[in-house]
């Protein structure tokens, strides 16, 4: 108990430090861009055209080329992102370095500072999942307990970014943990709630968007929420797709990994001169697009596909940033176009807009990020309106489903996938297809020469007690596999001075030292035996895979888990 108790007041000081964090993050960012004249404000205040001319221009590109010198800092010369969270926590391959944790979000500051199109949200994931796996480190606290204190950090970031801490729990849980243990629930929530106090105390900014009195939406109107929901899930997956394909277009060029976010940036800024709503977060476009008529038709689309197509640029071409920040920027203008064409279909005074455009928002940000239940409630905790939760419930309940089926679970997902983590069938699966066969190596086993007879190889395997032998040439090559019924079956035949090189072989998979263990799993189940062997790439005999340490690993592996989700770590 009192150890439970102490990971619920540290999940709480993880909770603060990682909110004094996020304050620091986004006031500097903002800082920047009124200093850099990104912001809106600054541009509309400041009247020296041709010097903000040269700033849209310059600032973005500087910015490029400073992100790519800090990314050659970073091992993996990119920035880490909500992806290397998950993978992490669901793999238990290891902690989140501190250093390239500080180093991303540098080059997230400098990112958004500077007027890229990416999004503040996934780096403060980032940022408070590193501090809650460095806090976990100098405590030398169990794997179970680092997973938890990520999510710590998790959920005070995504309480203080949106002022939701119900949402920051929900996040922590659905995206990272994927898993709803009630060790976990506590030490989540008490960072959460610490996360919201410092927003609402420390970090004094408006909302995301305003939403006065609303009237309640016609019955029709709910139908018209759900295709909403399934056009959003498109949008979302255009959205994900080009930045992929981005990213892929990037790696063929022929310019230096470090130069790309700058040739990014000029580039854009290029764009911004005639439509400087894409520079930045675009916090500003969201707000505006709850407003019926703060944008015609032909505004929207325009502003929906460059904003669009800026984000993949920048996160494609290496800059550092989120992709939930511009989700719900393109959601929101895609919801406003579809209420647009509604009331001009209709002909009817649209009182319901903003139903329209908190529908699309909630359409393309669920999908992308593969949080729904989260998308909800930041609907619910921005707005307090319970008739528009509803309304966004309609949308979601299409658009993460088809989204899921057309393009994936989400954004982090497909990255994973990418990169060789497939987590679409769990975190067992998972896990099993990150643990290599090497591990489970074992010299236990009869090896003969392909010239042993068949009557001497019976009185080895009888002698050893074992029920197959596996052929190796000089050379220590692997040659085949008999099994005692094989060698009995010869002997009755009367073939007990018969070579094993010249007894047919019975097909026996071969695994390597990669091989995984759910693949050797499927292996078995092709197979009657006591191993498998296990062969380098030059065909020698490392040892053999018995099929009782698969079933010990895999029963191991899923204990394992169960203790971390459910046990004292």
């Known amino acids: 108990m009192l150890r439970f108790l102490g990971l619920v007041l540290f999940g709480a000081l993880i909770g603060g430090a990682a909110g004094l964090l996020s304050t620091a993050f986004v006031s500097a960012v903002l800082w920047l861009n009124d200093w850099l004249l990104i912001s809106p404000r600054s541009r509309m205040m400041f009247d020296h055209p041709g010097v903000l001319m040269a700033a849209t221009l310059l600032v973005p590109a500087t910015g490029g080329l400073v992100v790519g010198l800090l ?39 400098v990112s958004l500072g500077s007027g ?13 999942a590193t501090l809650g796996s460095l806090g976990a480190r100098l405590l030398r606290l169990g794997r179970s307990d680092d997973n938890i204190t990520i999510a710590c950090g998790v959920a005070s970031a995504i309480a203080c970014a949106f002022n939701a801490p119900l949402a920051g729990i929900v996040f922590a849980h659905e995206v990272v943990l994927r898993h709803y243990a009630l060790r976990a629930f506590a030490p989540v929530a008490a960072a959460a709630i610490v996360g919201h106090v410092i927003a609402t105390n420390v970090l004094e900014r408006g909302a995301l968007f305003h939403v006065g009195d609303t009237v309640l939406p016609r019955p029709w109107e709910f139908a018209a929420f759900l295709v909403i929901g399934a056009l959003g899930a498109l949008v979302a997956g255009g959205y994900m797709r080009a930045i992929l394909a981005t990213g892929q277009l990037a790696n063929r060029l022929p310019v230096p990994r470090e130069l790309r976010p700058a040739m990014a940036g000029a580039l854009l800024g290029l764009v911004a001169l005639q439509v400087p709503d894409i520079l930045g977060m675009g916090q500003e476009t969201l707000r505006f697009a709850t407003i019926a008529g703060a944008f015609g038709a032909g505004e929207l689309v325009l502003v929906l596909v460059l904003k669009l197509l800026a984000t993949a640029l920048c996160l494609g071409m290496g800059f550092s940033g989120g992709v939930f920040s511009p989700a719900l920027v393109i959601g929101t203008l895609f919801g406003a176009l579809c209420g647009s064409l509604v009331a001009q279909l209709s002909g009817a005074q649209l009182d319901t807009f903003v139903f329209y455009a908190v529908c699309g928002m909630v359409a393309v940000t669920a999908p992308v990020i593969g949080a729904p239940l989260t998308t909800l409630l930041i609907v619910f905790e921005l707005t307090g309106s319970y008739a528009l939760t509803t309304a966004a419930l309609a949308s979601v309940t299409l658009a993460s489903p ?18 060789g983590l497939d987590l679409s069938a769990g975190r067992g699966r998972a896990l099993l297809r990150r643990t290599a066969v090497a591990e489970l190596k074992s010299s236990d086993c009869v090896t003969l020469p392909p010239g042993t007879t068949v009557g001497d190889a ?16 000089d050379h220590g090559h692997y040659v085949g596999c008999v099994s005692l019924a094989e060698l009995e079956a010869a002997r009755e035949n009367g073939e007990h001075r018969k070579r094993l090189g010249d007894i047919p072989e ?10 995984s263990l759910w693949d050797a799993m499927a292996e078995l189940q092709e197979v009657s035996g006591e ?14 895979v018995t099929e009782t340490s698969i079933a010990r690993a895999y029963l191991q592996s899923s204990e394992e888990l169960r203790r971390e989700e459910h046990g004292s770590g």
């Open 71 to 109: 990314h050659r800092a970073i091992p993996e010369q990119r920035p880490h992102t909500p992806a290397d969270v998950i993978a992490a926590v669901q793999t238990r391959a290891g902690r989140l370095p501190a250093r390239a944790g500080g180093l991303s979000a540098l080059s997230a500051i």
């Open 116 to 128: 890229a199109s990416v999004g503040q949200y996934g780096p403060l994931v980032h940022l408070g």
């Open 402 to 419: 088809i989204a899921a089926q057309l393009f994936g679970r989400s954004l982090f997902d497909i990255q994973l996938e990418r990169r």
């Open 458 to 473: 019976i009185f080895a395997l009888g002698q050893a007690r074992h029920g197959e032998a596996f052929l190796v040439d």
């Open 506 to 515: 019975s097909p026996r998979p071969r695994l390597s030292p990669a091989t």
């Open 531 to 544: 191993a498998l062997p296990l062969v380098d790439e030059q065909g020698r005999l490392l040892g053999v």
